[in-house]
Nanobody, 120 residues
Framework: QVQLQESGPGLVKPAQTLSLTCTVS??????????WTWIRQPPEKGLEWMGA???????YYNPSHKSRTSISRDTSKNQFTLQLSSVTPEDTAVYYC????????????WGQGTQVTVSS
């Protein structure tokens, strides 16, 4: 059973960089064919796909946030990380790390989510 767990600060100041880590257990992030994904849900809004890192190490980003987003991984720790720079209150959301199987949008395992609030 694959499990994903998000970690990181719950409060970030405007203009700073949001950094979240997802720790994966029960499976390796280098195993074919998976995309390790970040998705967020702002208050009273729908899900928004932020980006993903493939088991090969290739990265994919939502064009709306590409200039501010970076996804990386630490294979020795079986973790992947989201960094979102120059945050504003509009980046306030519940952030989920998710596994996608075979295609980038076939989401099968989710973390519990972590609330991130951007406020001074």
């Amino acid at each position: 059973q694959v499990q994903l767990q998000e970690s990181g600060p719950g409060l970030v100041k405007p203009a700073q960089t949001l950094s979240l880590t997802c720790t994966v257990s029960g499976g390796s992030i280098t195993t074919n064919y998976y995309y390790w994904t970040w998705i967020r849900q702002p208050p009273e809004k729908g899900l928004e796909w932020m980006g993903a890192i493939h088991n090969s190490g290739n990265t994919y980003y939502n064009p709306s946030h590409k200039s501010r987003t970076s996804i990386s991984r630490d294979t020795s720790k079986n973790q992947f990380t989201l960094q979102l720079s120059s945050v504003t209150p509009e980046d306030t959301a519940v952030y989920y790390c998710v596994r996608a199987r075979t295609t980038i949008v076939t989401w099968d395992y989710w973390g519990q989510g972590t609330q991130v609030t951007v406020s001074s």
